[in-house]
Structure formats: C-alpha cells, structure tokens
C-alpha cells in the first residue's frame, strides 16, 4: 500500500489542493471559513465554560488564560481527530463514482481525507500558536512533542477510519452510528471540563478513555509547557498498532467487493 501511495503521490495532492481551492472558489472570505467554526466553538466555550472552571486547574489560579489555553489545546487537536474519522467514514460512498469510473489505488482516497485534514489543523494550531505567543505563554521546547502525540493521534484516526469506512460501504448504518459516537466520546474526554471537577466514581471510568491520556498530553504541553509522560500512551500505541492492522486486513479482504456495493 506504501509503495502505491508513493507512485500515486501527486495524484493524492492534486486532489487535496483541488478540494481545497474548490471549497472557497466562490467565497468571499476564502480559507478564513475553514477555521470559522473552531474558533467560534473555541470561543463560546471559553466565555460559557471560562468562568465555570477557573478553580478547576490546581496551581493555574493566577494564570488569566489557564482555561483558555487548556481549552484550545484539547479542542483544537480533537477537531483534527473528529474530522478524519467523520471524513473517512464515507469517503469510498462518496467517491463511488470516481472509483467506479477511475483506476486507482483506493488507499489514496483515506490518504487524500488525511492530507486535507492536516492542512485544515495547520491552520487553526498555527493561530493557536499565535494565541499563546501573544499572550506570553509559548511552551518552549516543549512543543517538540507535539510531533509524536500528532503521529499518534492520526494513525490511530487512519487505522479506525479505514476499518470503519470500508465497514460502512456494506453495512450503511456505520456512519449514523460513528456521528452519534463522536459527540458521545468528545463529552466523555476532559476537554471542556477538568478531571479533578468530576465525582471520584467518574474519574475511574474517564481514565479507560483513550483519548484521555493523549488529550492531557497536549494540555501539559501548553499549560505546564513541559514533556508529557509517554509511558501513558502506551495502551493508545497499542490501540493504535490494533486497528492499523484490523483497518489494512479488512480493507485489502474487501476492496475488490467496493464498486459492486457502491
């Protein structure tokens, strides 16, 4: 599959500036909508949850930003997950025509959906970045590890999305179901709110969450401006090692059965 990315690559990336410059083609604003949303949903949450959980971060009492800046961190990061698993979800139904009608590797279609999305995170952590910059609060060298934890995280979104988008051409209830899931998974992680303000019954059930452990990561990088303990995201690693696996049997066994279902 590497090796038919690599001979295909600039079709992967003619597609990814094709989708790109067709979505703003006739915008006014351009690319400016493409970071609208997370930044209203950044700051609607920081003005309703704000004042709410101030107190909720031990030792950031003095910090004005403290909860802004946790906040963004989860959030930003998680739009990037949420949009690959949404994307990849019904990314061979949407292109049924192109593969009905083209020759092609169809791992470049999960591929092309990662490009897009990375370029889309791109551009909301770079003002995020500005953010912190802006405010005196940049997390040095620190940020270094943002780079396995963004690794992480989008293989872990690839294996999961692959597997469940290709589940999704036989099985069409997939998709409604991982929309609903979503929304499920992003309450169930501390991102809007703190550990420490949830019961002590609840605490032992959010840890089992995946994405905790990788959420906090990205949190103490840009609260604590310091390395996170990677030894935590060990059970994501093999998590992730899972459904990279489960994704790449399941879609080779099934992607010659793809056009006859689409």
């Keep these: 599959m590497l090796r038919a990315l690599w001979a295909y690559r600039s079709f992967v990336w003619s597609s ?3 989708e790109f410059h067709g979505k703003y083609r006739e915008s006014l604003f351009g690319a400016f909508w493409s970071v609208a949303n997370p930044l209203t949903m950044i700051v609607i949450y920081t003005v309703v949850f704000g ?3 101030r107190n909720t971060l031990p030792g950031h009492e003095q ?3 403290a909860f802004s800046i ?3 961190a989860g959030v930003v990061t998680w739009s990037l997950f949420a949009e690959m698993l949404s994307r990849l ?3 061979f139904l949407e292109h049924g025509n192109l ?3 083209s020759n092609f590797p169809r791992i470049c279609l999960p591929a092309i959906v990662t490009v897009s999305a990375l370029i889309n995170f791109g551009i909301v952590f770079a003002l995020y970045l500005a953010f912190l910059a802006l405010i005196g609060h940049w997390p040095g060298v620190a940020l270094l590890a943002v780079l396995p934890l963004l690794a992480l995280q989008v293989l872990f979104a690839l294996g999961l999305g692959v597997f469940l988008g290709t589940l999704n051409v036989f099985f069409r209830d997939v998709g409604q179901l991982t929309g609903v899931v979503l929304q499920f998974w992003f309450w169930l992680t501390p991102i809007v709110y703190t550990l420490p303000a949830l019961p002590e019954k609840v605490r032992s059930l959010i ?3 995946p994405m905790y452990a990788l959420m906090a990561a990205y949190q103490q990088i840009f609260l604590d401006k310091a390395f996170p303990a990677f030894s935590s995201l060990l059970p994501l690693a093999v998590l992730t090692l899972f459904f990279l696996m489960l994704g790449a049997v399941f879609f080779m066994a099934r992607v010659g059965e793809l056009v006859d279902e689409l």
Excluded: D, E, G, S
Aim: proline share 5%; aromatic share 14%; with cysteine.
């Design 16 to 18: 990814v500036m094709r």
């Design 51 to 53: 004042q709410l959980m």
């Design 63 to 65: 910090t004005p930003f």
């Design 70 to 72: 946790y906040l963004c």
């Design 89 to 91: 979800n019904h990314v």
């Design 99 to 101: 593969i009905k009608k």
């Design 207 to 209: 840890v089992w969450n």
